[in-house]
């Protein structure tokens, strides 16, 4: 029998658990959390692939292709994907009381990114008037002195 990537991965006591909206993925030295619809997507893609018979690069090979992955601590997985979705993640996993002292969560995962606002654009007549800063003056012009 050929054995498959997954076959590979979850070898020697992997499994998963599945908690709604995450999903906890334990391998052999490595656990990691991601979204129930993701961990299908590459179960089904590690299901249709042969092993190359290196357990050790399968797993990196099954890892590598995840976008939000929330990494355990001393696993060798780097939490990584979209900021939202790892709130999201934290959240339910509070909700499931599981200790998050033991996950890899970026400390500033809530304050997220501040955007900055575009300035309103200059009216043309208000633009027209004034001078602009790299236009010449002309040499006959008296400087303005503030009061």
Known sequence: MVATVLMSVLAHGGRTNRYGEFTVVHMHGCSFITTPMEFTQMQNWARGRTSCGNPSR?????TDRFETILGRSGS???????????????????ASSILLEEWMIPRDLDAGMEMKKRKPPVPVAVAAAAPAANDAV???ATPAIPK
Request: glycine share 8%; aromatic share 4%.
């Open 76 to 94: 060798g997985v780097a939490t990584r994907g979209n900021r939202s979705v790892l709130s999201r993640i934290v959240k339910a996993m509070k």
């Open 138 to 140: 002309p040499a006959d």
């Open 58 to 62: 399968d797993r990196t090979a099954f």
